[in-house]
């Protein structure tokens, strides 16, 4: 944790008692009253100016796709880190088809920080941060172990890279295939999983799983690599079975319960069967160690590459799978893999299972069984069309499994794109980091990821790349409490979080971020630009409707309205005479992206 941590809580504390403490007050009235919910809109909200709209549009109000300033909007929060102006006038020029189809085919963003592989390829007894030109450097163990480069790397690409879908969707994926730093030191193999991910977001799920289950810093996070051929740890295979495919209880396609209770997929020697017929795995050559290679026939530590058979450590007895899949006697590791993957993508709980976890990361954390059944069908046929009025759109290869069919079907089902969804199982809770990625990229912010990482990252419980278990930040089926609903957000989320939501805002307009650290690579700092607005900060309803339309696709109901504009208002020449400008913006920008309404992604 920086050093700094104990003074910026200081002047958070100060800052909040001070100049923003009537604002606290206005964001809680803006919570009561819903900011926007079904409350009708007053004549001047709902008759902003025609340049206020035709800023977020080349065409204005319409495009040759007809996609809305509010639907632009809205996919642009389920499809990518936050809506900026030129971002939701991109996706009605092309429409949301169009649009998605031509982020599947940009290329990656990569991670790149970080140190490389020379932790795990010298065989000194000297730890390899007291060794070397490594002893003077007082960030070995950042750049070579942790997962602190990684986030640098993530803020920097969710904020200003073009390939948002592709980050998105890794994300979504990293959130349940999960490894973590607080098991894992080893930065440049941490770098390695996660790019993989990026890579096959637009792949095919079993390729996806093949890569996971060979993965080097998977194998060491659940126990698998090197395992033992007599008695195999079952981490990986449990996990692999609940967390990664299929799920405990047999389900409908649709996802529901299976005869309307939970009967189990599997008992506890199916996971024994997997645990052994994924065995006969060791670590990618390359490692070393001065105490050299254990057990006999394996390879050293080393996360470079995929790991490779061991066949001094395979089972070769028999072994049942699910689907009606057997492992037969004497059958090398690579074949046995094979048919560990044909007995996932056989089973009639993969496509539900994987349909409603995307759904739940990029659309609605409790999605209707309907909803699960669409995108579980595109995720059996390997194929998703789509019709607009540009015509047919269509994506998948016809292979089932295939991500960018099951991602396009998520993104475009009529419930994903329903410009009014009042339904109680529409939207989810916004996770911290799409809160602090969504506040930079609407007013051209910069960030070089050093602030969300021991700062806001762990004041908000949600450090990427350091998962506290293998369950994610969340459990995927945390109740929201006294609605009968699923929320998994709300798992890190309570009263505390919600004013240290409003500190981050505060942080970032009040203060103005941060300033570049000289202690990381490349150091930009963090903090956002309002100059687009400021021009217009003269009329404070006209700048207040522009940075809802941007944020939230729509202008605020009456009341909400109101409240706003009048606190806008109250920054003239008279109070600040060289920055009321500035702090009507700020204003509006806080008001706005602390709302219920923004808050809770609908």
């Not at 999960?178 to 941490?190: A, H, N, R």
């Not at 996971?212 to 090197?226: A, E, K, Q, R």
Request: net charge neutral.
């Amino acid at each position: 944790m920086p050093s700094s941590r104990a003074r910026r809580e200081e002047r958070m504390r100060t800052s909040i008692t001070g100049r923003w403490l009537p604002l606290l007050g206005l964001a809680s009235v803006l919570a009561l009253t819903g900011c926007g919910g079904s409350q009708p809109q007053d004549e001047a909200a709902a008759s902003v100016d025609k340049a206020t709209r035709q800023s977020l549009s080349p065409q204005g109000t319409s495009s040759p796709s007809s996609t809305s300033v509010a639907d632009a909007v809205r996919l642009a929060h389920q499809a990518s880190f936050g809506p900026s102006e030129a971002l939701v006038a991109e996706i009605q020029a092309a429409g949301a088809a169009s649009w998605i189809k031509q982020q599947m085919t940009l290329d990656l963003s990569r991670y790149q920080r970080g140190g490389n592989d020379r932790i795990h390829t010298r065989s000194s007894t000297v730890p390899f941060c007291d060794a070397g030109a490594q002893k003077d450097n007082p960030y070995c163990w950042r750049d070579y172990y942790s997962t602190e480069p990684l986030v640098w790397d993530f803020y920097r690409n969710a904020v200003g890279q073009p390939d948002q879908l592709r980050q998105r969707v890794a994300m979504a994926l990293s959130h349940f295939l999960v490894v973590s730093g607080y098991e894992i030191s080893g930065t440049y193999g941490l770098r390695n999983y996660q790019n993989k991910l990026l890579a096959l977001a637009f792949d095919n799920y079993r390729q996806l799983l093949r890569q996971v289950i060979l993965s080097p810093v998977m194998g060491d996070y659940l126990d698998h690599v090197n395992n033992d051929r007599f008695a195999p740890n079952e981490n990986f295979a449990r996990e692999l079975l609940q967390l990664f495919a299929l799920g405990t209880c047999k389900l409908e396609a649709d996802g529901t319960l299976k005869g309307g209770r939970c009967r189990p997929v599997y008992d506890n020697t199916m996971v024994r069967n997997y645990a052994f017929a994924l065995t006969g795995w060791t670590y990618p050559p390359g490692g070393a160690s001065p105490w050299g290679c254990w057990p006999q026939g394996a390879n050293c530590l080393y996360y470079g590459g995929e790991m490779v058979e061991a066949p001094r450590l395979r089972d070769r007895r028999a072994r049942s799978l699910l689907s009606k899949v057997s492992v037969a006697p004497l059958t090398p590791a690579p074949a046995a893999l094979d048919q560990v993957l044909d007995s996932l993508m056989r089973h009639p709980n993969m496509a539900p299972f994987v349909a409603r976890r995307l759904i739940q990361h990029l659309v609605s954390s409790d999605p209707e069984p309907a909803y699960v059944g669409r995108v579980s069908a595109a995720f059996e046929t390997g194929r998703f069309v789509y019709t607009d009025t540009s015509g047919e759109h269509v994506f998948g290869t016809s292979h089932k499994g295939d991500l960018s069919a099951t991602v396009a079907a998520v993104l475009l089902d009529p419930l994903a794109r329903n410009e009014a969804p009042d339904a109680p199982r529409a939207g989810h809770l916004r996770a911290p980091a799409l809160l602090f990625t969504g506040a930079l990229r609407a007013f051209k912010g910069h960030t070089d990821g050093e602030p969300f990482n021991w700062w806001w990252g762990d004041t908000l419980h949600q450090q990427m790349f350091m998962s506290p278990s293998v369950f994610g930040f969340y459990p995927p089926d945390y109740p929201v409490p006294g609605t009968g609903r699923v929320g998994p957000e709300f798992g890190i989320h309570n009263t505390n979080g919600a004013l240290e939501r409003l500190n981050v805002l505060t942080w970032l307009f009040d203060w103005g971020g941060s300033a570049p650290n000289p202690d990381i690579p490349d150091a930009l700092g963090t903090g956002v630009d309002l100059s687009d607005f400021t021009p217009m900060a003269g009329s404070a309803g006209p700048l207040v409707d522009r940075i809802s339309l941007t944020l939230l696709g729509r202008t605020l109901a009456k009341g909400p309205r109101k409240t706003v504009v009048d606190a806008v208002s109250f920054w003239t020449s008279d109070v600040d005479k060289d920055h009321w400008r500035e702090r009507r913006v700020a204003t509006a920008a806080y008001l706005l992206l602390a709302s219920p309404d923004y808050q809770v992604q609908r």
